[in-house]
Every structure is written in structure tokens, then in C-alpha cells.
């Protein structure tokens, strides 16, 4: 059973930053990708970015530019910085991990980001 905990949420003015740490209960070189998604009151769960085992990265279109997404190994921790925030990025981030060989689809319970204008 993988457990996955996200931290760092909270209310931030708009322009400001936070930054978002999901740390998993085993070896993340054990997924295949994590990522973060985001999810808005009333709308669908979207991509915010992903990381895979090699360490190659996705972004959503919205957040390109402003979002990075790394990660330390020695902590199986995942992390989401997120710059020059904006009210639309108001939203529940959640983590996620997959491993598709064995069909693991693992999600964290989420955390609130709140930009304010």
C-alpha cells in the first residue's frame, strides 16, 4: 500500500509563491511517474505536472513557466514550486504516483492552495 502525504498549501497573495512537497512511504524510483493534479470546486482534475523515473518533465499548459516540478530521492519526496501565482491556480493539489506494470494508481489526499487577488 503506498501512501502518499502533500504538504505545503496555505493562502498566498497573488504573484506570490508556495511550495508543495509530497512525500511518499516507499522508494519513488519504485513508480514509474509521479506528478501533481489540481482540482478546482465544480471542475474536472487536471494535469499540473509530471516527473518520471528518468526525470523527464511535463507541464500543464496553464502553469508552463511559473511551476517546476523536482525531486529528492534521498527523502522519496516530490516537490511542486509554484511562482508568480495566480487567482486561477486557486485549487486542491493532489499527488499522484503510477506504476503501470502492476497497475498502482496512488493519490494523496490533497492539499489547498488559495490565490487571492
Known amino acids: 500500500q503506498v501512501q502518499l502525504v502533500e504538504s505545503g498549501g496555505g493562502l498566498v497573495q497573488a504573484g506570490g509563491s508556495l511550495r508543495l512537497s509530497c512525500a511518499a512511504s516507499g522508494n519513488i524510483f519504485s513508480f514509474d511517474v509521479m506528478g501533481w493534479y489540481r482540482q478546482a470546486p465544480g471542475k474536472q482534475r487536471d494535469l499540473v505536472a509530471t516527473i518520471t523515473r528518468s526525470g523527464r518533465t511535463n507541464y500543464g499548459d496553464s502553469v508552463k513557466g511559473r511551476f517546476t516540478i523536482s525531486r529528492d530521492t534521498a527523502k522519496n519526496t516530490v516537490y511542486l514550486q509554484m511562482n508568480s501565482l495566480k487567482p486561477e491556480d486557486t485549487a486542491a493539489y493532489y499527488c499522484?504516483?503510477?506504476?503501470?506494470?502492476?497497475?498502482?494508481?496512488?493519490w494523496g489526499q490533497g492539499t489547498p492552495v488559495t490565490v487571492s487577488s
Open positions: 499522484n504516483a503510477r506504476t503501470y506494470a502492476r497497475g498502482l494508481d496512488a
